[in-house]
């Protein structure tokens, strides 16, 4: 469990990998097609993005290829996550557990 400044930190820290809008995409990837259509063979990454949903990051953690995994404290039922932390501390992999946001 972190505390409050910890988590404020935290949180300003995700806002910056919120995932894109899709009127982001659109500009991205139109950006791209001008780029291949003019000749240029620019590789543009697609952007670093948090991953959410109980089932995609138990899936993550099990191919450890989660950095950091945030759990809610006031998730409803909390069985559904009870099982993370176990998971995490198995596979290596960091966790918090956060109060105030879920």
Not at 44 to 71: C, R, S, Y
Not at 88 to 95: A, I, N
Request: aromatic share 4%; glycine share 2%; proline share 5%.
């Amino acid at each position: 469990t972190i505390d409050k400044s910890q988590a404020a930190s935290l949180l300003r820290l995700l806002k910056k990998y919120q995932p894109e809008t899709k009127k982001d995409k659109k500009q991205r990837l139109m950006e791209m097609a001008e780029a291949k259509k003019n000749g240029d063979e620019s590789k543009t990454k697609k952007p670093t993005v948090l991953k959410f949903g109980l089932n995609h990051v138990t899936n993550l953690i099990e191919q450890k290829q989660a950095k950091l995994v945030v759990i809610a404290h006031d998730v409803d039922p909390i069985e559904s996550v009870i099982f993370l932390p176990a998971l995490c501390r198995k596979k290596e992999v960091p966790y918090c557990i956060i109060k105030g946001k879920a």
